[in-house]
Each structure stands twice: as structure tokens, then as C-alpha cells.
């Protein structure tokens, strides 16, 4: 049975979803290790090495982390399986050692998993042109949409990466993914490779840290 990681706070019927599809779901517990806002996001402890399933996750240990930039991203980096996408400069050793045979961008954004959603292989959306650009240059197919529009108590805004993960051939978001100005722009674009987007209009557009 595959694993998926997911913050101990996250909605229950997310969670049921996740669960019915046959997925073991694994609730990341808050941690001092981190700021308290973000203290059970799973895409701050862990990084799944690709887009499948069984892909590999590579994950933090006591002690690695530290709260705030840029000692609790060390793990955040969007990684599609080809391509690893991160700010090299915070990247975890350990994390760097299992890209053997990746393609690595290297963009500013440390919160990088927070800030994209990795869709394929050789697909992402993200709000962050500093993302875009680099992720373009290397070959991705990149859909950019606009910042903000997302929830995520104790602060401003939220990041759409952080509302998401692909599950089997889904990619599911934590609330109304319809309420976002880009929504028929994020649907289409999903569709397009082939997979399919869930969201759930009973809540708000959350960042819980991502499904992992």
C-alpha cells in the first residue's frame, strides 16, 4: 500500500478521500522544528522523488531542521522525478544525494514545493516567475498564474503547491479550487496531461503543506 504524508490537521473528508482511493495516509505531527503556522506541513519533512506513487521519499530527521527561512525549507523542493527543482544553496545533502540522474534547476525560491504544483514529469504550475522562468528554460511545460488566493492561518497568504499533491492519476487540492481566478486555466492545464483535478467546495483553499 502506498504512503501518503499528510499534515495531522488536515480536513477529514480530504483524509477519507485519500483513504478510499487505498492510499495508507501517514499525518505528519506538529514539530518545534518549524514555525508554529506551518509546524505539520509534510512538504517541509518530506520530498517525494518524482511523481509516481512508489516514487522514493527522502525525509528529515530530528534535528535537521531549524523554524524559519531558511532553516525549515531544506527539504521544500518540487522534484518531478526528471527535474529537481529547489534553491541549491539551502538544499539538504541527503536531499541532494538521491537527484543522481536529475535534471537540477536551481531557482531563489526555497519554499519551492510550497510555491509549485508538479503535475508530471515534464509539467508544473506555480504563481513564482522566478520559478517559471528557469523551469522554462530547462524544457518544462510551466502554467503560471497569479499569487495569493490561498488560506494559510498565521499568515497573509497561502501558496497554491501547498494546497495540493498528485494522487494515482488526480492531482487533489484541500477546498475550492473553483474560487481561484485561474481555475479554468489550472483544470484545463491539468486535464491537458492527461490527469485530473479534485477539490473540495465545502472549504476554503488551504495550504496544509502539500500531500506528499
Known amino acids: ?3 501518503k504524508y499528510i499534515a495531522g ?17 501517514v499525518p505528519v505531527q506538529p514539530s ?21 506513487d512508489d516514487a522514493p521519499v527522502v ?10 527561512y531558511p532553516g525549515e525549507a531544506r527539504f521544500c523542493a518540487a522534484c518531478t522525478g526528471h ?15 538521491a537527484t543522481e540522474g ?20 515534464r509539467s508544473i504550475i506555480t504563481y513564482d516567475k522566478g520559478i517559471a522562468l528557469p523551469c522554462e528554460k530547462a524544457g518544462l511545460d510551466v502554467l503560471l498564474i497569479r499569487p495569493g488566493q490561498v ?4 499568515y497573509e497568504s497561502g501558496f497554491i503547491g501547498g494546497t495540493c499533491g498528485r494522487v494515482g492519476d488526480e492531482i487533489l487540492f484541500n477546498g475550492d479550487l473553483s474560487s481561484h ?28 503543506g502539500g500531500i506528499v
Request: charged share 25%.
Open 32 to 52: 518545534h522544528e518549524v514555525s508554529r503556522p506551518v509546524a505539520d506541513h509534510a512538504d517541509l519533512f518530506h520530498c517525494r522523488m518524482g511523481t509516481a
Open 9 to 25: 490537521s488536515a480536513h477529514a473528508e480530504l483524509i477519507k478521500y485519500i483513504e478510499d482511493k487505498g492510499y495508507e495516509v
Open 59 to 68: 525525509s528529515a530527521l530530528g534535528g535537521e531542521l531549524s523554524p524559519g
Open 83 to 97: 527535474y529537481f527543482i529547489h534553491n541549491m544553496e539551502y538544499t539538504d545533502p541527503r536531499l541532494l544525494e
Open 151 to 154: 488560506v494559510l492561518p498565521g
Open 1 to 3: 500500500m502506498s504512503k
Open 181 to 208: 481566478p485561474d481555475f479554468a486555466s489550472i483544470r484545463g492545464f491539468i486535464r491537458s496531461k492527461g490527469l485530473e483535478p479534485v477539490w473540495f467546495p465545502d472549504w476554503p483553499l488551504t495550504d496544509i
Open 102 to 121: 536529475m535534471a537540477l534547476i536551481n531557482v531563489r525560491q526555497g519554499y519551492t514545493r510550497c510555491s509549485t504544483v508538479v503535475v508530471d514529469e
